[in-house]
């Protein structure tokens, strides 16, 4: 863990990674409500499988970190059951490919639980999954499904983009009362560092951010994806004098359509880079939000820049499936060529 500074406001913030502010989050969290409880394969002695929930099993205790079984229809059960008692339980599916045996308890239970008991029970639960490709993982490791959650009813889905947002979004989701998916971009666990505070803060889980204004397109992305964007946007201003808006969903549902109309209409023309496949992926639906919301403003097809309908491929083609600037830049030229 990065040694503490303090910034000109007086602040006192920490250099960190993305996954060290996770670690930091979780830590937070449950350092001032005894009811977070931390759950999943190799979380405690281990502190996990890419140390997120390091330093936790010390601190806190194999009552509140507990080691489970490989089950992870077992994992989220227990944790349905745990938020049913008064407890907050975060549990860690190792990697999102991994979700699926726990799917059935996720979309038939803990997304319907308030709606079939009208409203007399929720399910306070954060669903920590890293997701994602890039980091020649084997198959199942680079899962990016993102879409099976965000259609389902009864549940929210987050994914940050940086350090600072991943704390205060894993805050904000602990303190919801209902279910969170909580998708970690992996590819960037470690790939930089900023100023997180080290006091508890939370992150609005129904607000986008801006992470680059401009006037001739709009681009929307999440997660690994955010970078990539940034780097071809900044890119075609200096080589084309396109001027991209970069809008980092942070939230997949609910999506933020204010932002995401607004920048719509001062800019005519839209872009989506999601690392997911193409065909019934996120992109589709942020699309059709626009043309709803904002098609009289529309002044060229909108451009989906994804990865392919195909499983995610092994290392030597990994790079090639996920979007990278040059092809996101090749996709926002278009469209502006339009």
Known sequence: MSSTASTQSGQTVQRLALVEA?????????AQDD??????????KNGGVFRATDQLYEEFGEDRVIDTPLAEAGIIGASIGLAQTGMKPVPEMQFMGFMYP?????????????SRSQGQYSVPMVIRAPYGGGIRAPEHHS????????????LKVVSPSTPYDAKGLLAASIHDPDPVIFLEPKLI???????VPTKPYAVSLSEAAVRREGNDISV????????????AAENLSQSHGIDAEVID?????????????????????????????????????IATTIQEEALVHQEAPIKRIAGFDAPMPLHSLEDYYLPQAVRIQDGIRETVDF
Request: proline letters at 4%.
């Open 22 to 30: 996770i670690q930091d989050g979780l830590y937070t969290e449950m």
């Open 102 to 114: 726990a799917f059935d308890q996720i979309v038939s239970h803990a997304a319907r639980l308030r």
């Open 143 to 154: 899962e990016s499904k993102e879409a099976f959650f965000v259609h389902e009813p009864g």
């Open 35 to 44: 009811s977070v409880v931390v759950l999943g394969e190799d979380v405690g």
């Open 189 to 195: 666990y470690r790939a930089f560092r900023e100023d």
């Open 220 to 231: 929307y992305t999440w997660g690994a994806m955010t970078r990539p964007a940034l780097i």
């Open 249 to 285: 969903l942070r939230t997949l549902s609910p999506l933020d359509i204010e932002t995401i109309t607004d920048s719509f209409k001062k800019t005519g023309r839209a872009a989506i880079v999601h690392e997911a496949p193409k065909t019934g992926g996120l992109g589709a639906e």
